[in-house]
């Protein structure tokens, strides 16, 4: 068994997209030792970090990198993680298939709801329950059509078009094929 660490670039492609994402954090003070915490993690333990993106989005695409004869399972009690298809284990124990059409339908619900924690808004106030009472019969919908009806949602409450993307587009983790690692360039979701 091989395993890797993944870690988060000090630069976030996601505050391009919304200069205020996680500005929340701003005032809260890092620990004194994540800078020798991390270099310990990049020699000791298979630690990976890609320019520009969170830890989310290297596991995001890790996990659905096609391989051959290898299974890969990420570990994590990250809500955002069932928002990608993949093997998930929140508790290390068990492991959880997550099929394209559920994640794509949990990252419409994120899109909705937005993540307080991660400093973006979705719709005001919108939370959990609401976003899946808003999307329940769409769970077995194709991405794009289920993207239609958040669109809808989003104007019916006032909210422009680019704004919906704008949400989209942070809460999206990234998969396979949307980051260029030679580069470090991402490609943003839109269908």
Same mark, same amino acid.
């Given at each position: 068994?091989?395993?890797?660490?993944?870690?988060?670039?000090?630069?976030?492609? /996601?505050?391009?997209?919304?200069p205020t994402y996680k500005s929340n954090r701003k005032?809260?003070?890092?620990?004194?030792?994540?800078?020798?915490? /991390?270099?310990?993690?990049?020699?000791? =333990?298979?630690?990976?970090?890609?320019?520009?993106?969170?830890?989310?989005?290297?596991?995001?695409?890790?996990?659905?990198?096609? @391989?051959?004869?290898?299974?890969?399972?990420?570990?994590?009690?990250?809500?955002?993680?069932?928002?990608?298809?993949?093997?998930?284990?929140?508790?290390?124990?068990?492991?959880?298939?997550?099929?394209?059409?559920?994640?794509?339908?949990?990252?419409?619900?994120? @899109?909705?709801?937005?993540?307080?924690?991660?400093g973006y808004d979705g719709i005001e106030g919108v939370?959990?329950?609401?976003?899946?009472?808003?999307?329940?019969?769409? @769970?077995?919908?194709?991405?794009?059509?289920?993207?239609?009806?958040?669109?809808?949602?989003?104007?019916?409450?006032?909210?422009?078009?680019?704004?919906?993307?704008?949400?989209? /587009?942070?809460? =999206?983790?990234?998969?396979?094929?949307?980051?260029?690692?030679? @580069?470090?360039?991402?490609?943003?979701?839109?269908?």
């Amino acid at each position: 068994m091989i395993y890797v660490v993944a870690l988060t670039d000090k630069n976030n492609f /996601r505050k391009d997209v919304l200069p205020t994402y996680k500005s929340n954090r701003k005032e809260k003070r890092k620990p004194i030792v994540l800078g020798a915490m /991390r270099e310990h993690i990049m020699k000791k =333990h298979n630690g990976v970090m890609w320019a520009n993106l969170e830890a989310d989005d290297v596991m995001g695409i890790m996990a659905t990198e096609p @391989t051959v004869d290898e299974e890969r399972i990420l570990i994590s009690i990250d809500k955002d993680m069932r928002t990608i298809p993949c093997n998930l284990s929140q508790d290390g124990m068990t492991v959880e298939q997550i099929p394209e059409k559920i994640a794509n339908y949990n990252f419409m619900i994120q @899109t909705i709801m937005g993540d307080k924690t991660d400093g973006y808004d979705g719709i005001e106030g919108v939370g959990i329950k609401t976003a899946e009472k808003l999307l329940l019969k769409y @769970t077995n919908c194709k991405l794009s059509d289920i993207w239609k009806i958040v669109k809808g949602i989003y104007k019916e409450k006032g909210y422009t078009q680019k704004e919906a993307l704008q949400q989209a /587009r942070v809460a =999206h983790i990234l998969r396979h094929g949307e980051y260029n690692k030679k @580069t470090g360039k991402v490609k943003l979701w839109t269908i």
